[in-house]
Every structure is written in structure tokens, then in C-alpha cells.
């Protein structure tokens, strides 16, 4: 199957009192931005142990990895609450204390194969970011528009959230339909019974 889109990046804190995500506001799941684009680098364990003379043990176990993200604009309470520092009156500061929260992320990616559209989910249930650079230019004799980079790292869950398991890093389902898929995403997100 070809990906031929990438839409609905979601996102929601993680709640470690509950061991669910928070709650929603209005029942909707928040936004992030729109997707421009995604990428996942995983990082893996490669150690091996050997022992007369050839290799006996081999950990190749996750190990972290890092998710960059490009939308086309990140909204101040977005930024705010993602980078875990404060929003007043509309002015966000940022202090050298500020700590960003852990939260769910997932998007959509519309695939095609022998022209059938198929929506798969793909969804990482434990994100920090580290960091969002928005490049800013001056208009010239055209207009180019400039888009908001986010980083950051992808960590396994050390406890059971939201009815996931410890260990679990990374979910993926594909869907026949677009709104199966967001139906998915959404109930991933959204607080557990």
C-alpha cells in the first residue's frame, strides 16, 4: 500500500493519578496542528554476549525514539500546554523550570492499493517534546509559507494507562473508512470507563 495522506494529529496529556488521559473539554479530543508531515525514528537495544567463542545472547529490545512532526501552525494554549509552561491573559512565558507533559499522540495516514482507500492509525501512547521551531521569513516578491517543526521523544509506558500495558510504545490499526479511523484515534485518546 502506497500512503498517499496524513491528517488528524491528536494529542492528549496524560493523567498518572487517574492512569488514564485527561479529561476532555466539551468531548472533543485536542488538535495539534495540521499535519504537513511525520516521521518515526525508533531506537533499538543491540547487544550481544558472547561466550566460547560465538554469540550465545542478543538484545535488540526498544529502546526510545524520537517522532518529528511539521504543521502548518501551532495556536499559543496548544503551545502552551504541550511545552508545560504558562498561559496568561493570552501571553505565554516560558521559564528554564517549565517541564513539558507526557501525552498520547496519533494521526492518520490515508493509504492506497489498487485504488481502494484505507485509513490507518498510527498512535504512540507516550510522547514528550522536546522541542517546536517555527521558522519565520519576510515576504519577499512572493509569499513562502513557513510551517512549525515539533520534536519529540517516544518512551514506553512504565505503568498501565488507560487500559494499555506497560512496555506497549506504539499502536497501529487500519480502517476500511475515514470515520472508523477517527472513531479509533479519538477513543484512544479519550479517558477510559
Not at 466539551?26 to 508531515?37: A, F, H, N
Request: net charge negative.
Amino acid at each position: 500500500m502506497a500512503n498517499i495522506g496524513l491528517r488528524n494529529a491528536k494529542y492528549n496529556e496524560i493523567d498518572y493519578t487517574t492512569k488514564k488521559y485527561k479529561s476532555l473539554t466539551e468531548d472533543k479530543v485536542p488538535v495539534l496542528g495540521r499535519l504537513i508531515d511525520a516521521s518515526l525514528s525508533e531506537e533499538r537495544n543491540d547487544v550481544s554476549l558472547f561466550a566460547d567463542d560465538k554469540e550465545v545472547e542478543k538484545d535488540t529490545s526498544f529502546n526510545g525514539g524520537t517522532v518529528t512532526l511539521t504543521i502548518d501552525d501551532v495556536d499559543d494554549e496548544t503551545y502552551a500546554n504541550v511545552k508545560g509552561c504558562t498561559i496568561e491573559e493570552k501571553e505565554v512565558t516560558e521559564n528554564s523550570e517549565d517541564v513539558a507533559p507526557e501525552i498520547g499522540y496519533g494521526h492518520i495516514v490515508t493509504k492506497v492499493y489498487n485504488g481502494v482507500k484505507k485509513y490507518k492509525v498510527e498512535f504512540l501512547p507516550r510522547i514528550q517534546i522536546t522541542k517546536i521551531t517555527a521558522d519565520s521569513k519576510t515576504k519577499g516578491e512572493s509569499i513562502e509559507y513557513n510551517t512549525v517543526s515539533i520534536e519529540a521523544n517516544v518512551l514506553e509506558l512504565l505503568e498501565e494507562i488507560n487500559g494499555m500495558k506497560i512496555g506497549d510504545w506504539r499502536k497501529v490499526q487500519t480502517f476500511e473508512t475515514l470515520t472508523e479511523a477517527q472513531e479509533y484515534l479519538d477513543g484512544l485518546l479519550t479517558p477510559a470507563a
